[in-house]
């Protein structure tokens, strides 16, 4: 089966800086591949250079089989970032049937109702209201809703909790999963909190280093669904041990 | 009546408490000193002046705050397309930017007798005076505004496949309008300054041109009439940009908190 993601051998970054170097990666198709590492250690740049924002200075890389430019026009990426990045200037609703309404002339292949949408992640009774009347929490659920309603089949996210505080984190966590598991598309989740990558993924790659490359990967056997807190499960425990072990100091 | 055309008018009301103030300050100390009607006019005299001349100081204002209006709306236009210009191209925007510098150098008043002999003693010259005086403060802030977009929006947008045409009317120019209310506060007096100052070099009507008749004429009661007209135009310039901004940007925090 073709890979979601496919990185291979790629190094990026800007001109004077070399951010990543020599990383191969591959999401399979519905598999939630969390990507843990230090603050500043490229995990953003990762993520640009997989939506095709930035361009590899070396390797390649080919999204749902093809170039990422033609995976982005087809808006079969999805991009979560860590502050929700809504319009202030548009409702719950209006930023929610943004996607839809930017390059229109891709239907976004089997794109849901922002409406439903919105009722999925709780927000049914705040359509008419704008972002700055809203949590932090509320905010980060319209930006999830929003990147999930032209149903895609790579969905990007950038600490997409990181900016919450830890019981908001704690229940959002398991709405993401329940999304997920939803919508069944691939999830690259770009983390520093290396719990949160073993709560949530199936996979987690370790970067580090300068220029960032891939210092190893966990498998998380721990079936679904998971618990809230680490602590909970000594398989969690384990798994969030063994990632530990693989970041250099 | 909402909270905002309250807070419209609670400006206006307190901006008029004021000028009174000052008037009856003035008034106390003219007629204590006797200070002669050629030095200082007593505010009673300005206003039994303008109360009388009322249709004619009616007439001048409306040219005045016509040439303004219209000059204003030209320099704003003229403004956000060359900002939008200079916001898709860094080529354009270094050969707009040197341009837009040197018409702001150019002192006013040194260019309004020039416009006058091309344009003649219409409204014309006043009306590209007014603009060319909103033209830099609006151009600033509106490409400041249109490039300081948030990264994570426009990453977003990216992301869809949004067109660079999309990306400028769905995140660029709505990111604009607080800044462009900014230079908008200045630029409506600016406008209205404009047109006076262009009036006042060769014109055959308008505030601009009372005030220059009055000045030779050592007509103070008119001269200080037509000061007070354009501070009241002045103050209620300001109070309706503010009101249309608490309309337009209620989603800003800025607006929020003002």
């Given at each position: 089966?073709?890979?979601?993601?496919?990185?291979?051998?790629?190094?990026?970054?800007?001109?004077?800086?070399?951010?990543?170097?020599?990383?191969?990666?591959?999401?399979?198709?519905?598999?939630?591949?969390?990507?843990?590492?230090?603050?500043?250690?490229?995990?953003?740049?990762?993520?640009?250079?997989?939506?095709?924002?930035?361009?590899?200075?070396?390797?390649?890389?080919?999204?749902?089989?093809?170039?990422?430019?033609?995976?982005?026009?087809?808006?079969?990426?999805?991009?979560?970032?860590?502050?929700?990045?809504?319009?202030?200037?548009?409702?719950?609703?209006?930023?929610?049937?943004?996607?839809?309404?930017?390059?229109?002339?891709?239907?976004?292949?089997?794109?849901?109702?922002?409406?439903?949408?919105?009722?999925?992640?709780?927000?049914?009774?705040?359509?008419?209201?704008?972002?700055?009347?809203?949590?932090?929490?509320?905010?980060?659920?319209?930006?999830?809703?929003?990147?999930?309603?032209?149903?895609?089949?790579?969905?990007?996210?950038?600490?997409?909790?990181?900016?919450?505080?830890?019981?908001?984190?704690?229940?959002?966590?398991?709405?993401?999963?329940?999304?997920?598991?939803?919508?069944?598309?691939?999830?690259?989740?770009?983390?520093?909190?290396?719990?949160?990558?073993?709560?949530?993924?199936?996979?987690?790659?370790?970067?580090?280093?300068?220029?960032?490359?891939?210092?190893?990967?966990?498998?998380?056997?721990?079936?679904?669904?998971?618990?809230?807190?680490?602590?909970?499960?000594?398989?969690?425990?384990?798994?969030?041990?063994?990632?530990?072990?693989?970041?250099?100091? | 009546?909402?909270?905002?055309?309250?807070?419209?008018?609670?400006?206006?009301?307190?901006?008029?408490?004021?000028?009174?103030?000052?008037?009856?300050?003035?008034?106390?100390?003219?007629?204590?000193?006797?200070?002669?009607?050629?030095?200082?006019?007593?505010?009673?005299?300005?206003?039994?002046?303008?109360?009388?001349?009322?249709?004619?100081?009616?007439?001048?204002?409306?040219?005045?705050?016509?040439?303004?209006?219209?000059?204003?709306?030209?320099?704003t236009?003229?403004?956000?397309?060359?900002?939008?210009?200079?916001?898709?191209?860094?080529?354009?925007?270094?050969?707009?930017?040197?341009?837009?510098?040197?018409?702001?150098?150019?002192?006013?008043?040194?260019?309004?007798?020039?416009?006058?002999?091309?344009?003649?003693?219409?409204?014309?010259?006043?009306?590209?005076?007014?603009?060319?005086?909103?033209?830099?403060?609006m151009?600033?802030?509106?490409?400041?505004?249109?490039?300081?977009?948030?990264?994570?929006?426009?990453?977003?947008?990216?992301?869809?496949?949004?067109?660079?045409?999309?990306?400028?009317?769905?995140?660029?120019?709505?990111?604009?309008?607080?800044?462009l209310f900014s230079a908008a506060r200045v630029s409506a007096?600016?406008?209205?300054?404009?047109?006076?100052?262009?009036?006042?070099?060769?014109?055959?009507?308008?505030?601009?041109?009372?005030?220059?008749?009055?000045?030779?004429?050592?007509?103070?009661?008119?001269?200080?009439?037509?000061?007070?007209?354009?501070?009241?135009?002045?103050?209620?310039?300001?109070?309706?940009v503010?009101?249309?901004e608490?309309?337009?940007?209620?989603?800003?925090?800025?607006?929020?908190?003002?």
């Amino acid at each position: 089966m073709e890979s979601a993601v496919a990185l291979e051998n790629v190094s990026a970054g800007y001109p004077g800086t070399p951010v990543l170097e020599g990383l191969s990666l591959r999401v399979a198709p519905g598999e939630f591949v969390a990507v843990a590492g230090r603050s500043g250690t490229g995990k953003t740049t990762l993520l640009r250079v997989i939506a095709g924002l930035v361009p590899p200075a070396a390797g390649t890389v080919r999204v749902l089989g093809g170039a990422p430019l033609a995976a982005r026009r087809a808006k079969r990426i999805g991009f979560v970032a860590q502050d929700a990045a809504l319009h202030p200037w548009l409702t719950v609703l209006g930023n929610v049937e943004l996607p839809l309404r930017v390059n229109a002339t891709s239907d976004g292949d089997g794109a849901l109702s922002p409406r439903d949408q919105l009722e999925r992640v709780g927000l049914g009774a705040a359509l008419a209201r704008y972002p700055h009347e809203l949590s932090g929490g509320m905010r980060q659920r319209v930006a999830l809703a929003r990147a999930l309603v032209t149903a895609p089949d790579v969905l990007l996210m950038d600490e997409p909790l990181a900016a919450l505080d830890e019981l908001t984190r704690e229940d959002m966590r398991g709405e993401l999963l329940e999304l997920w598991a939803a919508s069944r598309c691939a999830v690259v989740y770009v983390t520093h909190d290396l719990d949160e990558a073993v709560l949530l993924a199936d996979r987690v790659v370790v970067v580090g280093g300068r220029p960032a490359r891939m210092v190893g990967e966990v498998t998380v056997g721990a079936g679904r669904p998971r618990p809230r807190r680490v602590a909970r499960r000594s398989d969690l425990v384990d798994a969030a041990d063994a990632v530990r072990g693989l970041l250099p100091a | 009546m909402t909270r905002r055309g309250r807070s419209a008018v609670l400006d206006v009301a307190v901006a008029a408490l004021t000028l009174a103030a000052v008037a009856l300050v003035l008034e106390a100390w003219t007629s204590a000193f006797r200070v002669p009607g050629y030095l200082v006019p007593a505010p009673s005299a300005v206003a039994a002046r303008l109360a009388r001349d009322a249709t004619f100081f009616a007439g001048e204002t409306t040219v005045t705050l016509f040439e303004a209006a219209l000059g204003f709306a030209l320099g704003t236009s003229l403004a956000f397309v060359a900002a939008s210009a200079m916001a898709f191209s860094r080529a354009l925007e270094r050969t707009i930017f040197p341009l837009a510098i040197l018409v702001k150098l150019t002192p006013i008043v040194a260019i309004a007798p020039l416009f006058t002999l091309w344009f003649g003693f219409g409204s014309a010259p006043k009306i590209a005076i007014a603009g060319l005086i909103t033209f830099f403060p609006m151009l600033v802030n509106a490409f400041v505004g249109m490039r300081s977009v948030d990264p994570q929006e426009l990453a977003f947008l990216e992301v869809l496949g949004a067109s660079p045409g999309e990306v400028f009317w769905r995140l660029r120019a709505p990111s604009a309008l607080p800044y462009l209310f900014s230079a908008a506060r200045v630029s409506a007096n600016l406008a209205l300054i404009g047109a006076v100052v262009a009036e006042w070099t060769g014109a055959e009507r308008g505030l601009g041109r009372v005030i220059f008749v009055a000045n030779a004429n050592l007509d103070l009661t008119a001269l200080f009439g037509a000061v007070l007209i354009l501070a009241a135009a002045g103050i209620t310039v300001n109070a309706l940009v503010g009101a249309l901004e608490r309309r337009v940007l209620h989603w800003h925090p800025i607006t929020l908190t003002a």
